[in-house]
């Protein structure tokens, strides 16, 4: 089932942010280190070219995901124009406070001291933009949570001589082109659970934890990965954690749930859910699935 989630607050979101990008100086983008191209709203990336402003594409929870995918990731943002690509994981004060001299190289004509450098936080629900801010200012302004979704409102603050920084609402795009990127942004959480059925959700991550990570399974629960497919690894985790209903079945959503916290959690271990290469082999499926579709449908229609 495909997944789609673009909650009312944040068509809203989007035009605030595009009214005040106009007074900025750097986009720094928060992405999830483990799907990064997945959890870019290409909306932010369609606002700060508008305006020509130079982007800090953060990949954060960096010390979840997979370091040789998160390099890969690195080099592929690095060679495009205005984009400085860097791993960290915001909740490491030191990692976090490399952003403002990280932003400064970005707008050069802003370090003459006669101007503040101002920043503006962006990027989808859940990804660490609110735990970044806090590191930032070095208090709590920003309130940080577990569901997606938890800032709705625009804030900017001052960040020491010469700088302010705006954090802005986690914002989806109204339709999620790729049926593979609504799975990959529900098993992260950064989609909220109304829209999602878990069990769906951790048969799509098991699957790609079987193909790329069987090892963190077998060490996880203690079990076979090569025996096994994707609807066959939740049940092995439910059984091997006791998730049962009432009359001795399994409890499906409830092993489901504990793959997915253990993948969110990094109890698993380093995850990438995506690399250059896989993503740009999946888009090449997607549309030539897409372009015979259309052929076929003209043929009929002839």
């Not at 124009?81 to 403002?100: D, M, Q, T």
């Not at 989808?124 to 930032?136: E, H, Q």
Request: one cysteine or more.
């Amino acid at each position: 089932m495909p997944i789609q989630w673009f909650p009312g607050h944040m068509a809203s979101a989007r035009k605030k942010a595009a009214e005040a990008m106009a007074a900025i100086d750097v986009v720094i983008e928060v992405t999830d280190a483990r799907l990064p191209e997945a959890s870019s709203n290409p909306m932010i990336a369609e606002l700060r070219r508008f305006r020509n402003r130079p982007c800090l594409k953060l990949l954060n929870k960096s010390d979840l995901a997979d370091p040789a995918a998160t390099q890969a990731w690195m080099d592929f943002y690095n060679r495009q124009p205005g984009v400085r690509a860097v791993s960290i994981s915001a909740r490491n004060p030191s990692e976090a406070a490399r952003v403002p001299a990280l932003c400064r190289q970005l707008a050069p004509h802003r370090d003459d001291g006669t101007k503040p450098l101002r920043m503006m936080i962006m990027g989808i629900p859940n990804v660490g933009k609110s735990t970044l801010m806090n590191a930032l200012l070095k208090r709590k302004v920003a309130k940080v949570g577990d569901e997606p979704a938890v800032t709705k409102h625009q804030q900017t603050l001052d960040l020491g001589p010469g700088m302010t920084l705006t954090d802005t609402p986690g914002m989806m795009w109204p339709k999620i082109d790729y049926d593979l990127d609504g799975y990959m942004l529900a098993a992260s959480h950064a989609i909220g659970r109304n829209a999602v059925i878990d069990e769906e959700v951790a048969a799509f991550l098991g699957g790609i934890l079987l193909e790329r990570y069987p090892s963190l399974l077998a060490a996880r629960y203690r079990i076979d990965p090569a025996t096994l497919d994707a609807p066959a690894l939740v049940e092995a985790i439910g059984r091997r954690r006791g998730c049962l209903v009432k009359g001795g079945g399994l409890d499906l959503e409830k092993a489901s749930l504990i793959l997915l916290q253990d993948y969110r959690d990094g109890a698993l271990g380093r995850v990438s859910l995506e690399t250059p290469e896989s993503r740009a082999r999946m888009i090449a499926q997607v549309e030539a699935a897409r372009a015979e579709a259309g052929a076929s449908a003209g043929s009929e229609e002839a």
